[in-house]
C-alpha cells in the first residue's frame, strides 16, 4: 500500500515556466514533508520541506503547498531552469512515530531550454 | 516494483555496543547500494556508496572504521555502527540501485537511538 503517490511519473516543461509536481499521501498522521531531487548517478539530496502546520514554504525558486485536507502538497519551480532536469522524490515523516521516512517512487522533471 | 527491505526498522542499544542494519533487495540484484543518515529535519545525507564485492566508497567525514559497510553479495549489504555512541542516534536509510537503470529503491529505514 502505497502511503505517498507520486501518480505522474515525468513532467516536461519549457525553460523559463513554472514546473508544478505533485503528491497524494494516504496516512492523515503525516507531519512533515519533504522533496529530495536526484541526478543520474548521485543520490538523492534534499530540497524543500514543510511541516503540517505550515500550507506553503518558499525557498528561493522552490515553493511547496500543503493542502491537508486534499492530503496533497506540490512543488512549484518558477522559473525553471534546464538544470532542475532530475528525478524529485515526495518525502513524508510522521515525528511522533518510528521516524519512518516513507518515498513516494519519484517523478522525472525535463526542463527544455 | 523493485523492493528494498531494511531491517531492523528501530532498535535502542546501549553505549559501546554495536550495531547491524541489513539492507536487502529483494527482487533483483543490486551491484550498487547506498547508504544514508537523516538527522531530524535534516537533508538526507549519503555516508556511503557500497558495491558488491569491493570496499565501500565514503563520504567525506565519515569514519569508514566507525560505521562498516559489507556489501557480500548482490542481494544484500550491511551497515555496522560499531560502538554506539549517543550522538550516533540517527535515521539511517539505504537505496539499490537496479542494474544500470539510475532509479533508487530505498528501504524504510532504521531508527537508531544509543542511550
Known amino acids: 500500500d502505497q502511503q505517498v503517490k507520486q501518480n505522474s511519473p515525468s513532467l516536461s516543461v519549457q525553460e523559463g515556466r513554472i514546473s508544478i509536481l505533485n503528491c497524494d499521501y494516504t496516512?492523515?498522521?503525516?507531519?512533515?514533508f519533504l522533496w529530495y531531487k536526484k541526478y543520474p548517478a548521485e543520490g538523492p539530496t534534499f530540497l524543500i520541506s514543510i511541516s503540517s502546520i505550515k500550507d506553503k514554504n518558499e525557498d528561493g525558486r522552490f515553493t511547496v503547498f500543503l493542502n491537508k485536507s486534499a492530503k496533497h502538497l506540490s512543488l512549484h519551480i518558477v522559473p525553471s531552469q534546464p538544470g532542475d532536469s532530475a528525478v524529485y522524490f515526495c518525502a513524508a515523516l510522521y515525528q511522533g512515530g518510528s521516524e519512518k521516512l516513507v518515498f513516494g517512487k519519484g517523478m522525472k522533471l525535463t526542463v527544455n531550454p | 516494483g523493485a523492493v528494498v527491505s531494511q531491517h531492523p526498522s528501530r532498535v535502542i542499544c546501549k553505549s559501546g555496543t554495536s550495531v547491524k542494519i541489513e539492507c536487502r533487495s529483494l527482487d533483483f540484484q543490486a551491484t550498487t547500494m547506498f547508504w544514508y543518515r537523516q538527522f531530524p529535519k535534516q537533508s538526507l545525507m549519503l555516508m556511503a556508496t557500497?558495491?558488491?564485492?569491493?570496499?565501500?566508497?565514503?563520504e567525506q567525514g565519515v569514519e569508514k572504521d566507525k560505521f562498516l559497510i559489507n556489501h557480500a553479495s548482490l542481494t544484500l549489504s550491511t551497515l555496522t555502527v560499531t560502538s554506539a555512541h549517543p550522538e550516533d542516534s540517527s535515521f539511517y536509510i539505504c537505496s539499490a540501485r537496479l542494474g544500470n537503470n539510475e532509479k533508487l529503491f530505498f528501504g524504510s529505514g532504521t531508527q537508531l537511538s544509543v542511550l
Open positions: 557500497s558495491n558488491e564485492g569491493s570496499k565501500a566508497t565514503y
Open positions: 496516512n492523515s498522521m503525516f507531519d512533515y
